[in-house]
C-alpha cells in the first residue's frame, strides 16, 4: 500500500466534493445522497459491486451528467452547472471506460489534438501546419512520461489495450490537470500490463489529485491513499484500504469473501 499523502491544510478545500448528490433515470435512482471529499495530493479510489453506480458517479463529477440534486465542487468552486469543457479548463480531466483514442490516427497526433483545445487552432482552419510546431515538444515529453516516446508514430489502432490506456491518460495529461479521474485504468489487461499502468498511475498522482474507479483490489491496495465503496448508488463506507477491507458490510457486499479484498 502507498503511504498517505500529509493531512491537507486546516481550512482548505477538498480537491474534489460531491455533496448529496442523487442521480435520477426514469424512476431509477443511480446516485442516492452521495457525499464525500477527495483531499488534494491523494490517490483516491471508487469501488462497489457491478451496478453500484461507480460510472455514474464519475459522470457527475466529470460534468458529463448534471445531478437530480446536490452539487460538486473542485477546490471550493461548484462545477455541477458547467459543461466538460468548462470543467476541464478548472484542472479535472477525465479518462474513460471504454477506449476513446482516434484509431485512425498516429500516438503522437492524437496527443497534438489535444493539445490543440485550449488554444486557438482548432477555430483557425486555414493555419499552417507548421502551426503546430510549438506544440510538438510538449506532445514529445507527454509520451515520454506515459512510456510511448518509442510508439510516437504507430497508428493508434495498432497499440495493446495497455497502450491504449497509456495514451488516453497521456491525453489526459494534455490539460495539465490539478485532478485526474481515470475509470477502470487495468480493465481487460494481463499482468505485465497491469503493472505497467499501476506504475504509471503512481508516476502521474505526483503533484496532483487522482481518483479511479477499480475493481483489481491488488492495485487499489497497492495505489490508493483512501477509498470509497459505494452500494446500490449509496456510499457504504469510505477510510483508509485496511480499514474498509475489514468493515462487515463490505465483507458482505462482495459475496461474503474477505479475500477479494
Partial sequence: MTTPHPAPTPGAPPALEARNLVKDFRGFRATNDVTLGIREGEIHAIIG??????????????????????????FGERIDTLAPHAVVRRGLSRSFQISSVFPTMTVRD??????????????????????LDALGERADRILADVGLGSAHARLAADLSHGEKRQLEIGIS???EPRVLLLDEPTSGMGSEGIARVTGL?????????????EHN?????????????????????????????????????????????
Avoid at 453500484?52 to 451528467?65: H, P
Avoid at 483545445?117 to 502551426?131: D, E, H, K, M, Y
Avoid at 498511475?201 to 474507479?213: N, P
Fill in 49 to 74: 459491486p457491478n451496478g453500484a453506480g461507480k460510472t455514474t458517479l464519475f459522470n457527475l463529477l466529470s460534468g458529463f451528467l448534471t445531478p437530480t440534486s446536490g452539487e460538486v465542487r473542485l
Fill in 110 to 131: 492524437n496527443v497534438l489534438v489535444a493539445l490543440q483545445s485550449p488554444t486557438r487552432l482548432p477555430g483557425q482552419f486555414w493555419s499552417r501546419l507548421s502551426a
Fill in 173 to 175: 495529461l494534455t490539460q
Fill in 201 to 213: 498511475v503512481r508516476q502521474v498522482a505526483q503533484g496532483r489529485t487522482v481518483v479511479l474507479v
Fill in 217 to 261: 483490489m491488488s492495485v487499489v491496495a497497492e495505489l490508493a491513499d483512501r477509498i470509497t465503496v459505494l452500494q446500490y448508488g449509496a456510499v457504504l463506507a469510505s477510510g483508509a484500504y485496511d480499514d474498509v477491507r475489514r468493515d462487515p458490510r463490505v465483507i458482505e457486499a462482495y459475496l461474503g469473501d474477505e479475500a477479494q479484498l
